[in-house]
């Protein structure tokens, strides 16, 4: 403690952590009014004896103020620090003892006749102007006045999240953000001053990179530093964090089985939060610089955590991306290993013994048992954990609960791990021993899922009803019917008959987050699972993962089957339902090869139409490499051909063509002699129209006319009217008019809707009646252009293809504007830029330039 026995000192302030923010602001209105004050924040030395620092701060101060709130009357070291200066003045005369309120409650025991100065609810002017009257009236003080603590503020304007109260130590925060909610926070000091300076404006780096052990708490630190940043040093706030769904001695996963990569996930997150979601349909190669693009001109901060589950590629990527960002903006980045180099890098170890032992006062505020332990007990438990927060917390947590009654039984439990074994791993077991039935389900149910989830999907995976499980076992006798094959036993047996309500499991994952077990979204509404709880689960709770899982997947094959295929009326449904949908395609990724074919074939037209193409890519490519694996070259043809189509929709031409040659080779494999089967016919053509939309993008339309005219042969040879048909005939019309050949192109267009119709093929006649009306707006005859694309927007509503609305809303938009009905063609090409927005579709500046003539008098 600084200072000697002689100097005066007003004022001792007696307060427990959580209450910290507090006490620091009641100290500094008292230092600035030229009161000397005591406070263990500022004047108690790290490496000090606890005890004797606060008797000797007791001994030299001539008042006490103890900030009242629960976990102050609960806690078992403030409770001798008021006590001894209620001893020296019991009736209050001399006012020794000062009472400051700063929660709604009321004191009880001995404190409950003391009248106190009450701070709650009041603004930080009535709150100092309160204290001062009520009050009569260098060292480690901070440079600047500490903030006014969040609870006692009002709440933050609309728009604008404010930090959360879990840490009432932090400032008033009005950055706009998406960081989770900062869990209590001790020591650090030293790093946070680094992370401070690495952040600055005059820093040459680009920020900071936080590595260390599993458990060390380097997400917290990145998220508090966050918080701390100086008011003003940035407009927003982006915090992204990727989680290891498996993880191998090193820490480090091969994540080449999930739908999506760690990379395509973290580009993803971050385009969202700045409002780009354009950038999400781009080649991924292209989204690092277009996301550069994006923050150009802003003053960003970037929270990159759980790095180490990317592929050693991907963190090369991320930290080519980091060290290009443009001036003003900033990253964190947090790891178990360092990427790159040349980077402002903190290697995070054990917390020391102050930080430890105020981790673990604060806990003692919540729980009775730990509030009885000595310091020296305490030493021990941080010695015996490793100084890892996590650990200590875990094991703090035993104390009180089933065999761990005392502070000695927990060690003694520790003590008793068989060499060789990891302590984390043996913390978990003892709790997850412990866990309610809400509890591990909800735990085991979030090991599925790679990004937070809300609360409500979670609820829907762990809590299916009777009747939904009638449908669940009805759709999957028809689905292993339809495979001739029989229906395995259902393997739910694990987690079947419990039931729980949303509110019980949203009250279980709260109480998990508490026990740092997850992670929660500031408002607590969505929730993600730390990795080593989930690598934990896999190993220990292998049956109740099992069934979790299979649950998932029959609830997702349920909804998929159902409401996938051309059931374009139902694809809201699987709209709603895909948060919950997109973990189990992993699992269907890794099951059966020809229920992940159906499963691809009844999402084909959802993804294409609700604009997922990544999704479908990513599905697709993964479904062609496990049919080949199986020898089932028909299915590989066809996944092949449906990648070629994603990347037309790209208009990505190489890419196109070497989909085709793919095609074309594994459908060369299924069926030999094609010309001696009907399905080889049609697959031979199919790859032959990838070639020519390949050829097409190439610009080269001679070419691409005779590859379409040959397409149209071959179907024709098996039907004179399919879908086939109209398909080719409208491909081949496309590439007549952009060729120039507008009389060929109307032939054509009108005989491929002729043979749409008489097929019933829907989605044909809305693709061949719009291409008619680009075709009259090309020959400039714009009321008939307005007719046709009005009569293809109704048809490609009813299907609900996004592109082909996107398109019409385009026509009807330029055939409105050439009549001279601007301020009608407005809301038309406004949804048309919408949608290719969101599609990330390369018409999108089509639909501005359609826009841009409907706001101005320009001519295109």
Request: hydrophobic share 45%; with cysteine.
């Amino acid at each position: 403690m600084t200072g000697t026995s002689s100097d005066k000192v007003h004022f001792f302030i007696s307060y427990t952590g959580v209450d910290q923010g507090w006490a620091e602001w009641i100290a500094w209105q008292l230092e600035q009014a030229g009161q000397r004050t005591l406070i263990q924040a500022w004047d108690f030395k790290s490496g000090g004896v606890f005890p004797g620092d606060m008797h000797r701060a007791l001994q030299q101060s001539a008042r006490v103020i103890a900030v009242l709130s629960p976990a102050y009357m609960e806690s078992g070291f403030c409770q001798p620090e008021w006590q001894a200066a209620f001893a020296d003045d019991p009736t209050g005369e001399k006012g020794v003892l000062v009472c400051v309120r700063v929660a709604d409650f009321k004191p009880d025991g001995l404190l409950r006749g003391r009248t106190y100065i009450d701070l709650v609810g009041l603004t930080e002017e009535k709150a100092r102007a309160r204290l001062m009257e009520r009050l009569d009236h260098k060292r480690a003080v901070p440079a600047s006045a500490p903030g006014f603590p969040p609870a006692a503020v009002a709440a933050a304007p609309a728009g604008v999240t404010a930090a959360p109260p879990a840490f009432p130590g932090s400032p008033p925060f009005s950055i706009p953000h998406n960081l989770p909610a900062l869990q209590p926070f001790f020591g650090r000091e030293e790093e946070l001053g680094q992370i401070a300076v690495a952040l600055e404006p005059e820093s040459r780096t680009w920020g900071a990179l936080i590595d260390g052990p599993g458990g060390m708490g380097k997400t917290s630190l990145a998220v508090r530093a966050a918080f701390s940043v100086k008011p003003g040093a940035f407009d927003r706030i982006v915090f992204v964090s990727l989680k290891s769904r498996e993880l191998d001695d090193e820490g480090l996963r091969d994540l080449s089985g999930f739908i999506l990569s760690g990379l395509t996930e973290l580009l993803g997150e971050l385009a969202r939060e700045l409002g780009r979601d354009d950038i999400l349909k781009q080649a991924e190669e292209q989204r690092p610089l277009l996301l550069l693009e994006a923050l150009r001109g802003s003053r960003a901060l970037l929270i990159l955590d759980n790095l180490e589950s990317l592929l050693k590629k991907e963190r090369d990527i991320v930290f080519t991306f980091v060290k290009r960002l443009p001036a003003g903006c900033k990253a964190i980045l947090t790891c178990r290993g360092r990427i790159g180099s040349g980077a402002e890098e903190l290697i995070l170890g054990k917390l020391n013994e102050d930080a430890a032992l105020a981790t673990l006062a604060e806990l003692a505020t919540h729980n009775r048992e730990l509030a009885k332990t000595s310091e020296a007990e305490r030493l021990v438990l941080y010695r015996e954990t490793g100084g890892a927060p996590l650990l200590l917390r875990w094991t703090a947590g035993q104390i009180g609960r089933g065999h761990c009654l005392t502070f000695t039984d927990a060690i003694e439990y520790l003590r008793s791990c068989p060499k060789g074994n990891d302590p984390l791993e043996f913390v978990f077991g003892d709790l997850a021993a412990d866990f309610s039935v809400a509890e591990t389900l909800a735990l085991c149910a979030l090991t599925f899922f790679t990004l937070a989830v809300s609360v409500e999907h979670i609820a829907a995976l762990v809590n299916p009803m009777p009747a939904e499980r009638e449908e669940r076992t009805a759709a999957r006798a028809a689905f292993y019917h339809a495979l001739k094959k029989p229906m395995p036993v259902d393997t739910d047996d694990a987690i079947k008959g419990q039931s729980f309500s949303e509110i019980e499991i949203d009250r279980a994952l709260r109480s998990l987050a508490n026990r740092s077990l997850v992670i929660p979204s500031t408002e607590l509404q969505r929730f993600s699972l730390v990795p080593l709880v989930a690598d934990f689960l896999r190993k220990h709770k292998p049956e109740v993962i099992a069934a979790t899982g299979n649950r998932l997947e029959q609830r997702a094959l349920t909804l998929i089957l159902e409401n996938g295929f051309r059931n374009h009326g139902n694809f809201p449904t699987l709209e709603t339902a895909w948060p919950g949908i997109a973990p189990a395609l992993p699992l269907f990724l890794a099951g059966p090869n020809d229920r992940l074919q159906r499963v691809c074939l009844a999402l084909d037209d959802f993804l294409d139409f609700t604009g997922r193409w990544d999704e479908w890519l990513a599905l697709g490519t993964q479904a062609e490499a496990r049919a080949i694996a199986a020898g089932d070259y028909q299915w590989a043809g066809w996944r092949a051909y449906q990648a070629g189509w994603v990347h037309r929709l790209h208009e990505q031409a190489e890419a196109v063509s070497a989909c085709a040659d793919r095609a074309a080779s594994h459908w060369q494999k299924a069926f030999p002699t094609c010309d001696a089967r009907r399905e080889g016919i049609r697959v031979r053509a199919f790859a032959l129209r990838l070639r020519g939309i390949g050829l097409e993008l190439q610009k080269d339309y001679i070419a691409a006319i005779a590859a379409y005219h040959q397409v149209v042969e071959l179907f024709r040879s098996l039907a004179t009217a399919s879908e086939d048909v109209a398909l080719a005939l409208n491909s081949l019309a496309s590439v007549e008019q952009l060729s120039g050949d507008l009389e060929a192109a109307e032939r054509d267009f009108r005989e491929a809707l002729h043979v749409a119709n008489v097929a019933g093929y829907a989605e044909g006649v809305a693709y061949c009646t719009g291409n008619l009306a680009l075709l009259a707006m090309t020959r400039e005859d714009w009321p008939l252009a307005e007719r046709l694309a009005r009569e293809s927007l109704a048809l490609s509503e009813k299907v609900g293809r996004l592109e082909l609305i996107a398109m019409d809303s385009r026509r009807i938009a330029v055939a409105l504007a050439r009549q001279g009905s601007k301020a009608a063609a407005l809301p038309y090409a406004h949804r048309a830029v919408e949608i290719f927005t969101r599609l990330g579709s390369p018409d999108l500046a089509g639909a501005q330039a359609a826009l841009k003539l409907c706001e101005n008098d320009v001519v295109d």
